[in-house]
């Protein structure tokens, strides 16, 4: 891998970074455009990868309709789960060699996706999906892949990670590569508009945090930045507005384009301590992400405030459209996240969620080697994540 890090000399003062995203068509009714699409891509034999959620709500239906109407033909895979098992893309790889397959289309939320791209990942390099954990991992490139996705949270459809579950190791791991970067996300936000509460909520806090983490990450750039911020504006006023409102279409715009740009910041600047432990909660307890991330997010920003002040106020200016004075510390913004979470009806406390007293050691070290954890802006000991995670329960 190249490292851009490093400083030229002679150079002025704006770092040198890079900044990777796939092509994005963003609009109502949009998915509708995706035919053309993958024959723009040269597709004729089409992997579409879904789940049975999102096949009940009609959207992957209606995206199979869409194609075959055009003559292609169209492979169903609907077997993922709301963590994506590394068995499931083994499973759906093998099916997109048999079948000769030669494009993905993912359908779904961050876990179709996600599974989506390990499945082009593991048939161009046929691996295992395990040998491709870590950062620059992918060899070859992956077949093209259309994302459609249909939560606001995630941001798989425009994203390098893909985090996969280890099922005998009780894990999550994440693939990070630029392979991993879909080559369209049609970013519709009709289809977020079948979500539940919960849902809304669950992922609404993901895309939350990826704002959040992408801002303080210690490698974030001006480009980032300006995503970062301009996404948590965007939530904080309009995510509760689509939780009252879940049939309002521009209220859930808005949010599906939090998201977006969350997705956008965090995919170059990557993210940190919330995540590195909400992978960890996913991957033993099978829980919900974005419920994971709710549970952790108010706890690491108190853990993480000193080591970058200005940067989190100007995050508490974004929710509330006020900024503190420098003498403050963290509670202003600690106080925007409990009421949204409070507005939100997410519940405190990850024992609610099934996590145990005992289950802190193994849930630790997990956390501890997740690479999200090496752009945190605050360097964090296993000591530390036990004790945040039991402040946590």
């Known amino acids: 891998m190249i490292d851009i890090t490093q400083e030229i000399p002679g150079a002025g003062s704006l770092p040198t970074r890079k900044f990777l995203a796939p092509e994005i068509i963003l609009g109502d009714g949009c998915r509708s455009y995706i035919g053309q699409y993958v024959l723009s891509l040269s597709g004729k034999r089409i992997f ?3 789940d049975p959620g999102v096949f009940e709500a009609g959207w992957a239906g209606e995206v199979a309709d869409n194609l075959e109407s055009l003559g292609l ?28 397959c ?21 048939a161009s390099n046929r691996s295992n999906v395990q040998d491709l954990e870590g950062v620059d991992e992918v060899t070859l490139p992956a077949p093209p892949i259309i994302c459609v996705p249909t939560t606001a949270g995630s941001s798989a459809d425009v994203s390098q990670f893909a985090i996969i579950t280890d099922e005998a190791k009780k894990r999550k791991f994440a693939i990070i590569s630029k392979a991993m970067l879909p080559d369209l996300a049609l970013i519709d936000p009709e289809t977020t508009m079948t979500m539940s509460a919960e849902l809304t909520a669950s992922t609404g806090m993901d895309a939350l945090s990826h704002a ?58 990557s993210l940190g301590l919330v995540h590195a432990m909400a992978h960890s909660l996913g991957g033993y307890l099978d829980s ?55 507005h939100l009806d997410i519940r405190p406390g990850l024992s609610n969620i099934g996590v145990k007293e005992e289950n802190i050691k193994f849930l ?16 964090a000991s296993i000591e530390d994540i036990e004790r945040i995670y039991h402040e946590a329960l």
Do not use: W
């Open 73 to 100: 033909d169209v492979v169903i895979y609907n077997r993922v789960s709301p963590n994506p098992r590394a068995s499931e893309v083994m499973q759906g790889a093998s099916i997109y060699c048999e079948e000769q």
């Open 364 to 379: 630790s070290e997990n956390a501890f080697i997740d690479p999200c954890l090496a752009t945190n802006p605050r360097s």
């Open 102 to 122: 030669d494009l993905v289309v993912a359908v779904g939320g961050g876990s179709s996706i996600d599974c989506g791209k390990g499945i082009g990942a593991v």
């Open 48 to 50: 579409l990868v879904s």
């Open 288 to 342: 919900a992400h974005g419920e994971c991330n709710s549970q952790l997010l108010e706890h690491i920003v108190s853990f993480n405030f000193s080591s970058s002040p200005d940067k989190y106020r100007d995050l508490e200016a974004a929710m509330s459209g006020k900024r503190t004075s420098e003498s403050y510390g963290p509670e202003g913004l600690l106080q925007e996240i409990r009421e949204l979470t409070e």
């Open 212 to 269: 959040f983490e992408s801002y303080v990450s210690n490698a974030s750039s001006a480009m980032t930045d300006m995503f970062a911020l301009e996404a948590t504006r965007l939530l904080a006023e309009y995510l509760p507005k689509a939780y009252d409102e879940p049939d309002n279409l521009m209220f859930r715009d808005r949010v599906m384009l939090g998201s977006m740009y969350a997705g956008l910041a965090f995919s170059n600047a």
